[in-house]
């Protein structure tokens, strides 16, 4: 197998290991939705498959994973937890690999480009419930998107910002990034 052939495997399984976390890690929480609301468990493994496997695996699993783990578990509610998650981890997928290959490979960037990547899926998360709001549901505020993408999502937003950069981190130290430059 050429070296590109056996990259795009490891790309694969990396990407379905980290689906697969995505279906388990809300178990963690006990399918409750506040702690779940709070903790993020499907976010962590979206933002390391931009990180670790490309923007184009990122995106691909950090749509399918919300979508998924509705039909399969019935949480997140699919209309519009689940619907709305889609893009917002989409969106975590897709700045994360793309700032990765971008920007230099110092610490330092680890953690901005996570910083931008969650700031950006977030205001998408917002721009895809006005919409969905705006089509009849409800009124969407100002006020009912800071608190539904930052302010509950506080121990998530730091468990992210603890533990992803941790991972990239260590991936990298041993020669286990899958993303060439």
Known sequence: MSVQGNKKVQKITASAVLLALCMLLPFVTGQVPEIGNMLCPMHIPVLLCGFLCGWQYGVLIGFTAPLLRSFIFGAPLLFPQAFSMAFELAVYGFMTGFLNRRLPQKTVFIYINLIVSMLSGRIVWGLVRLIIYGLGYSQFSVRMFVAGAFAQAIPGIILQLIV??????????????????
């Open 164 to 181: 992803v950069p941790v991972i990239v981190i260590a991936m990298k130290r041993v020669s286990l990034k899958f993303v060439s430059r």
